[in-house]
């Protein structure tokens, strides 16, 4: 992609009260747009970044077997009301037609997966089953103040496990365990991330969140180094009555650490097939209730929490699995030979397949430098009348300080 | 796909208020899910074939210089004030918070795009600048009755289009046509396909849709066989007085047809460029009015028309482009050698590359050529002890009516 021709540009000034590095390295780096309080429009780089995460969950998703559907966001009332949630959940969004309150914005779909797959699933011969969505939700967020970790419209991927007995989703709960931990080492931050008993009302004891160190984390977590699992502060408090010890191994030297949630997973076991009264047929033709489990992981939550975790003063530092190009290639000063090495070497990495942002504006050197650091791809390329004295590119690594020079004839095979 | 494992499978009694020939083979074939009324969960197999028309299109859209973006759904009251449309627009939902209305619910998203676009380009240097979206949109359809056509909730790809001229959007115009014409030929119903003179209120000239030829359309067409382009019988009674002629040729013998809107595009011109006050600055610094284009394509909408272009009395017939597999591989009986050369037949295709769907039900054969019908793949494959008498597979296209005995060593050379 030619930046000269890229619409949504890097931009100096970004709204007040966005606080959030996240919020402010995406809106700063043409990542984002906020439309408004909590609502953001994702723009090319920001939506790369976004299917880049998406096509990596939805692989690991579906190497466990879970079958992709899209729910609709329109959900009807009487469904919400059913599992008494039409009430009691607090950020539920309700849309009126003619005055009348007819439909939930859905925050979640357990009111729609549950009675779908009982359409379907009612013998034992059909189950488990594992089926999941990668779709926009919605949430009445009091106040978003967190860029894209919190927003009223946000994008998730969530998978529900269906299930014969608690066993059996015992076996799928640590698969799908196996599977969040593929993702995050694909996302760049496995080594960061910690499954996490979680606090959360009714799902207590039967939920874990993962989360990722970052000392700009929102979350506290004590971390048993020992076992490599951590529990939540907030879980430490009301349940263990403040001393915090490992729920593994009873570890009572943890390290308090600041941590960023990325994903959760639940045990829902029977709470909403017996709200929908969704049993199944055993083997010997006797009713039973379907088990259920519920995994997610928020798709643009992730892309938020990446900024987060791997930044520094000068702007966004991505992995190179989601980085929305590889390479960012930058034509330095007004020289024609500049100019046409430049569009050769171009189109060469176009060739090999190499994704690259190439920088052909006219803008200064120093404006250059500062955009691709702001807007952080893994390589930086540069192309000057000094490099090309020698025959050479400036090669840099975002997460490096080294600058070396390549021969031109040898970039490509240094990206093989 | 093994049929056995999708948890969603064919249905016999589908809801009596569906009428339209698409909602009910596709409620039937286990394509879609009816949620409430014109609200749809697309399952597995229909989920992959919006995935497909999805790629085709953004393809085609990428290939004119689009830049994909994904904007919100909820949209901030003000910019609908802005326009007009949030008294004017008869379908908008409106989304109250603390019972004070707030947002709409896009039903399109000019009010969104014409803002965002303006924030970015404002020298004559950033036009043109052409940006798309596939994105879930609302409208509050009084009475939904068309399946996928016409639904409260669907998936539209929309491009816009921002030029310093008219002849610039005229120039661009006429690409984003060529565009939907390999978008139509690409999804198997371009020969049956016209550009038509749409009616369409204050777009009136400078509107086109695009319509497909079907018996089952909604819509009648005066189509002129010299030109290849149609007129809208709406557009004929309103502005030629109830005689239809050529708007291109002038030619009064045109054949009057039924048929299916399946894109539409507009030149908006400044409508909305001057409701945000979007302008733009020229070579000698003057400021000078945005002109815009825009051009939509309705995802779910083509999956729902391709149904009723495409199907005989005993289900769909997909195109190949679009199918949810190339083939169905039929295993017939108890037969543990049927059994194992299915098994082994399966995992070639699948190594090969082969989209296969896998009928390796325990169910009779009659049920499995209904549910093959129904489902529509290409090509259907048959292992029975008969044809493995003859060391064979039956094949048979979907819209073919011959039956053919393949070699079972052949059958992946065929495919190639």
């Known amino acids: 992609m030619r930046q000269s021709k890229l619409f949504a540009k890097t931009v100096k000034d970004i709204p007040n009260e966005e606080k959030s590095i996240n919020a402010q390295f995406l809106i700063k780096g043409g990542f984002i747009d906020k439309t408004m309080s909590g609502v953001y429009t994702y723009l090319p780089l920001g939506w790369r970044v976004l299917r880049k995460i998406e096509k990596i969950v939805r692989e690991e998703i579906n190497a466990i077997g879970g079958q992709e559907i899209l729910m609709p966001a329109l959900q009807p009332k009487e469904n919400w009301q059913t599992t008494g949630r039409w009430e009691d959940f607090d950020a539920l969004i309700k849309v009126s037609i003619d005055e009348e309150e007819k439909y939930a914005l859905g925050p979640t779909h357990e009111e729609i997966i549950t009675p779908l797959v009982k359409k379907f699933a009612s013998s034992y011969k059909d189950l488990p089953t594992y089926v999941y969505q990668i779709q926009t939700k919605f949430r009445n967020e009091a106040r978003p103040k967190s860029g894209l970790l919190r927003g009223r419209e946000f994008i998730m991927k969530d998978l529900y496990s269906f299930h014969t007995s608690e ?4 076996n ?50 004590y971390l048993c180094e020992k076992c490599k699992v951590a529990v939540n502060k907030e879980i430490v408090i009301k349940e263990q009555g403040g001393i915090p010890e490992c729920v593994e191994c009873g570890n009572k030297k943890l390290k308090e650490i600041k941590a960023i949630e990325v994903g959760n997973i639940f045990k829902l076991k029977t709470k909403f097939s017996e709200s929908f ?49 590889k390479v960012h290639l930058l034509s330095l000063g007004n020289d024609r030979k500049v100019a046409e090495k430049s569009e050769i070497l171009y189109n060469e990495l176009l060739e090999a397949g190499i994704e690259v942002l190439f920088d052909d504006r006219e803008e200064s050197a120093g404006v250059k430098f500062a955009d691709a650091d702001l807007i952080g791809l893994p390589y930086r390329l540069v192309v000057s009348p000094k490099t090309l004295e020698k025959d050479s590119v400036e090669v840099k690594k975002r997460d490096g300080d080294k600058e070396e020079l390549i021969k031109l004839k040898k970039v490509l095979g240094f990206f093989k």
């Not at 990722?212 to 929102?218: K, R, S, V």
């Not at 990446?306 to 991505?318: A, L, M, N, P, S």
């Open 167 to 170: 066993e059996d989703l015992e």
């Open 172 to 221: 799928y709960y640590q698969k799908a365990e196996k599977a969040y931990e593929k993702i995050y080492n694909r996302l760049g931050i496995g080594p960061l991330t910690y499954k996490t008993f979680a606090s959360g009302g009714v799902f207590c004891q039967y939920s874990h969140e993962y989360q990722t160190i970052t000392p700009y984390g929102e979350d506290t977590i």
């Open 277 to 325: 009264n969704y049993q199944y047929t055993d083997e010997k033709g006797k009713l039973q209730p379907v088990v259920m489990g519920c995994y997610g992981i928020g798709v643009s939550r992730l892309a938020g929490a990446i900024v987060e975790i791997f930044h520094d003063d000068k702007g966004i530092i991505w992995p190179e699995s989601i980085a929305p190009y």
